[in-house]
C-alpha cells in the first residue's frame, strides 16, 4: 500500500474519529441524568469509547506501515 493511499485512509479513519468524540460528552450528559439505572447510556459510552480506542490504534498502524516503506 502507497503513503498516499494510507494517507486517504488516515484521513478518513480521523473523520470517524471525530465523530465518534463528538458523540461522548452527550452521552457522558445523559448518563449524569439517567434515572432509570438500566446502564444503556454506561454501555452505550464504552462501545463509543473502544471505538475511538480501535479507530486510534489504526490510525498508528497506517503511520506504521509508513514509516516501514520509507
Given amino acids: 500500500m502507497t503513503a498516499a493511499v494510507h494517507a486517504?485512509?488516515?484521513?478518513?479513519?480521523?473523520?470517524e474519529l471525530q465523530k465518534a468524540s463528538a458523540v461522548?460528552?452527550?452521552?457522558?450528559?445523559?448518563?449524569e441524568y439517567d434515572n432509570d439505572g438500566d446502564g444503556d447510556?454506561?454501555?452505550?459510552?464504552?462501545?463509543?469509547?473502544?471505538?475511538?480506542?480501535?479507530?486510534?490504534?489504526?490510525?498508528v498502524r497506517h503511520f506504521q506501515e509508513i514509516q516501514k516503506q520509507n
Fill in 8 to 15: 486517504v485512509r488516515i484521513r478518513a479513519e480521523v473523520r
Fill in 24 to 31: 461522548i460528552p452527550c452521552i457522558e450528559c445523559g448518563a
Fill in 41 to 59: 447510556l454506561a454501555d452505550a459510552l464504552a462501545v463509543v469509547r473502544a471505538l475511538v480506542s480501535a479507530v486510534c490504534a489504526r490510525i
